[in-house]
Nanobody, 130 residues
Framework: QVQLVESGGGSVQAGGSLKLACVAHGNGYSAYCMGWFRQSPGKEREGVAAIASGGSAIYYADFVQGRFTASRDNVKNTMYLELSSLNAEDTAMYYC???????????????????????WGQGTQVTVSL
């Protein structure tokens, strides 16, 4: 069983920045594929970033356009998402997700698709005002 706990959300003005964190409680974190997703009211959950187990392979959704940076610390069992140049369209609940078995080819092909993952956190809200 894996428990994921997100933090770091909040309210910011357009152009601002936030840093989200996701702590994983469970064994074997360093082997997991990890992902960040977001969901706005009335919209489907969409992939933001996916990180392979070692942390060197990171994949981003097209809409990120260099504004977000994902990373992970396998010693602290923590994944991060640094958000910058935020705009109103980034307002959403942000979720982290974990897949217990990870391969570079699998996360490259499916890491931004939510059915790829086994466990989900409860989410942290990001609200961007004009």
């Amino acid at each position: 069983q894996v428990q994921l706990v997100e933090s770091g959300g909040g309210s910011v003005q357009a152009g601002g920045s936030l840093k989200l964190a996701c702590v994983a409680h469970g064994n074997g974190y360093s082997a997991y594929c990890m992902g960040w997703f977001r969901q706005s009211p009335g919209k489907e959950r969409e992939g933001v970033a996916a990180i392979a187990s070692g942390g060197s392979a990171i994949y981003y959704a097209d809409f990120v356009q260099g504004r977000f940076t994902a990373s992970r610390d396998n010693v602290k069992n923590t994944m991060y998402l640094e958000l910058s140049s935020l705009n109103a369209e980034d307002t959403a609940m942000y979720y982290c997700a974990a897949r217990l078995t990870c391969s570079r080819s699998a996360i490259e092909a499916r890491g931004l698709n939510h059915p790829f993952y086994d466990y989900w956190g409860q989410g942290t809200q990001v609200t961007v005002s004009l």
